[in-house]
């Protein structure tokens, strides 16, 4: 069994509304020295079997095309074996 961590962050030029709010909160709750706060969603996927290149390159592309928008957001794959 393979597990795949899809993580999908706004791009760093794309205002982040949900970041700045959580920011200004963690501030008024004492926490000082924020600088920024982002947020992101993060995907988790289990398969079956091994995970050949040509999974991988699928994985990949399902990625860029399902799970983030490519023109707001970044992604990066991480594979735990």
Same mark, same amino acid.
Do not use: C, W
């Given at each position: 069994?393979? &597990? =795949?961590? @899809?993580? @999908?962050?706004? +791009?760093?030029?794309?205002?982040?509304? #949900? !970041?700045?709010? *959580?920011?200004?909160?963690?501030? &008024?709750? !004492?926490?000082?020295?924020?600088?920024? *706060?982002? #947020?992101? +969603?993060?995907? @988790? =996927?289990?398969?079956?079997?091994?995970?050949?290149?040509?999974?991988?390159?699928?994985?990949? +592309?399902?990625? !860029?095309?399902?799970?983030?928008?490519? *023109?707001?957001?970044?992604?990066?794959?991480? @594979?735990?074996?």
């Amino acid at each position: 069994m393979a &597990r =795949i961590v @899809v993580t @999908v962050m706004l +791009k760093p030029e794309i205002l982040d509304p #949900q !970041g700045t709010a *959580v920011r200004g909160a963690l501030t &008024r709750l !004492g926490l000082t020295g924020v600088a920024d *706060v982002r #947020q992101g +969603k993060r995907f @988790v =996927i289990d398969l079956e079997g091994s995970l050949d290149a040509d999974r991988e390159a699928l994985l990949t +592309k399902l990625a !860029g095309e399902l799970l983030a928008n490519p *023109v707001i957001e970044d992604y990066s794959l991480q @594979v735990e074996a």
